[in-house]
């Protein structure tokens, strides 16, 4: 077996090497060091940023490790006050410093000398010092540690299925079940067990809303979408432009979702296609099993992305060897995965709740499209330069989905099994978009409408449902499952406006795997070129070296569905 070299944290400069947070008198000194110290040159302000950067690296990192371990297990209460002491006792004290620090950048002359790889980051400085209001710390802290009561809430969530007590996503497995009494008992067991939580859920909600509200009304802003947008930097596109998104989806998406439906219902022999036939294989075949255990997916994950080009595999063999992956669902793990990049040794963490489907076979892979971007910007010199926007980030995850099913046989010996791999994951990549531009454009509205009451939520929520929703599912006798559905979207809660992402990057990852099938080492190394920019650059700039657009204009989004429905008709 091939001997992989596992990179070790860089020897600090500026901080101890064992220091310890667990105080904040630990850190002030250091953060006073930065706020006082005189920047005569430009090797003044880089050697200042080198120290700030290290500063911000290791309390990420920390934090980092706070989350990681709260999440995988909810049920330790030490893990959950590790990590709120963090956000309630040294959070709140940095922030004052991020501003002062933010100032003394934007304020030096020297800053024009940094050279064109800091024009986005300086932008982003700029976003951040617009947003900034001392009184909002304290507001931003209680939002912090109320968003995380979300994670709390749905990991107690459990079913019991055939005498087994069993997560969420592990009872979700049933819902591909050719047994429809079975798929339908499954559904309304979860659908039920989410109700239960609806009530605590909406309040904290409207909590979080009045809360996010008044954040943005104290930095001088309309409503809380239009201080996200500034704090995101948003500079590629406005608000109009989402709207835009939404409405291209309407017209080119929805109706191939509509017809995939229609072609679903008349396979199965329904007189009425219910939520809990939406997943289930057509044809009677039983459910997608790529893989059993969590160990079995990383290794075969390693061997795909080795397949796809070398060096991938070898980073995802680096995570495995270091223990960075926490993969498999379990009672009291929170919901959901993620990639979080761990910038002081280089070397991301994944975390998700695998149960055996294909479904997470795309996660997996997905988050390991991170885990490359991760890798790819290791070396950029300064941490704030590794932080690159959502719509970047998620276009390295969804393309992998899409260029790694050329190696999914690695997973599936059966070629009819690989084939509806494929199928569902091609079908994935245009279903995701209606829901997304659905999220998207009801958080919008929420924002702009901060004081709407739950009952005029819900009436709002089903309104745009009606809109980018299929027309052929029957939800008759679940209207308080459809009226309730948005609460399944953790980013609703935990990151706000964090969501229309996926739509323009999985149209970006489209166009990328379009390139891919035209030239795969140049579609490879096109792809490596984009994501290794990291944030040095602005979202077109990055696509651009990408060798994509970005565009979700009507005809350009028509061409990618096209694109898809050829491949799709090619398997």
């Not at 067991?189 to 009304?217: G, M, T």
């Not at 930097?233 to 998406?253: G, K, L, M, W």
Request: net charge negative; glycine share 4%; hydrophobic share 35%.
């Amino acid at each position: 077996m091939q001997t992989i070299e596992v990179p070790t944290k860089k020897e600090r400069k500026f901080l101890p090497q064992d220091l310890v947070i667990d105080s904040w008198e630990k850190l002030e000194p250091y953060f006073e060091d930065l706020k006082n110290r005189e920047i005569n040159s430009k090797e003044d302000l880089l050697k200042w940023m080198d120290d700030r950067s290290e500063l911000e690296a290791v309390l990420e990192e920390d934090m980092a490790w706070r989350y990681i371990k709260m999440n995988i297990d909810t049920t330790d209460e030490k893990l959950a006050k590790d990590f709120q002491f963090f956000i309630t006792e040294i959070a709140p004290k940095t922030a004052p410093y991020d501003d002062a620090f933010n100032r003394k950048l934007f304020d030096s002359p020297y800053k024009n000398e940094l050279g064109k790889d800091y024009d986005f980051y300086l932008k982003k400085i700029e976003s951040a010092i617009k947003v900034f209001r001392e009184e909002n710390i304290p507001l931003q802290t209680e939002l912090q540690a109320e968003s995380q009561k979300y994670g709390a809430i749905v990991a107690k969530m459990t079913v019991e299925v055939d005498g087994k007590e069993l997560t969420l996503s592990q009872a979700s497995k049933y819902l591909k079940d050719s047994n429809r009494e079975k798929r339908k008992e499954v559904f309304e067991k979860i659908s039920n067990r989410r109700l239960q939580d609806k009530d605590e859920l909406n309040k904290l909600y409207s909590d979080l809303v009045k809360k996010r509200d008044k954040v943005a009304k104290n930095a001088g802003f309309d409503n809380f979408r239009d201080y996200k947008f500034v704090e995101m930097t948003r500079i590629d596109y406005t608000p109009q432009d989402c709207f835009n998104f939404h409405d291209s989806i309407a017209s080119e998406v929805v109706p191939v979702i509509n017809k995939w439906d229609e072609e679903r219902k008349q396979a199965l022999g329904v007189d009425s296609y219910k939520p809990y036939d939406t997943e289930v294989d057509v044809t009677g075949k039983a459910p997608l099993k790529p893989f059993e255990t969590g160990e079995e997916l990383i290794d075969k994950s390693i061997e795909v992305f080795t397949r796809l080009r070398p060096s991938f595999g070898e980073k995802l063999a680096i995570m495995k060897e270091l223990g960075y992956l926490d993969l498999e669902s379990k009672k009291g793990k929170a919901p959901g995965g993620f990639n979080y990049p761990l910038y002081e040794i280089g070397v991301p963490f994944i975390y998700m709740n695998a149960v055996g489907t294909q479904q997470d076979l795309t996660t997996m892979v997905h988050e390991g499209g991170h885990a490359m971007q991760s890798f790819l910007t290791r070396d950029l010199p300064h941490t704030g330069l590794k932080s690159f926007p959502s719509e970047v980030a998620e276009l390295a995850s969804m393309s992998m989905e899409l260029m790694s099913m050329d190696h999914w046989d690695v997973f599936y010996d059966n070629e009819e099994d690989l084939k509806r791999a494929k199928r569902e994951q091609l079908k994935r990549s245009l279903s995701v978009l209606p829901w997304v531009a659905t999220i998207d454009r009801f958080q919008h509205w929420v924002y702009e409408n901060p004081n709407h009451t739950e009952e005029q939520r819900y009436e709002k929520w089903l309104e745009i449902m009606n809109t980018f929703g299929s027309s052929v599912i029957d939800w008759s006798g679940y209207d308080e499952v459809l009226k309730n559905l948005w609460q399944k979207q953790l980013h609703l809660y935990e990151v706000p406006f964090y969501y229309i992402e996926y739509g323009m990057a999985q149209l970006g990852a489209i166009a990328v795997w379009r390139n891919y099938k035209k030239d795969k080492e140049k579609g490879l190394d096109a792809y490596e070129r984009g994501l290794s920019l990291g944030g040095t650059r602005n979202i077109s700039e990055v696509y651009d070296a990408a060798g994509i657009k970005f565009d979700f204009s009507q005809p350009y989004v028509k061409e990618l569905v096209d694109f898809v429905v050829e491949e799709m008709n090619k398997i």
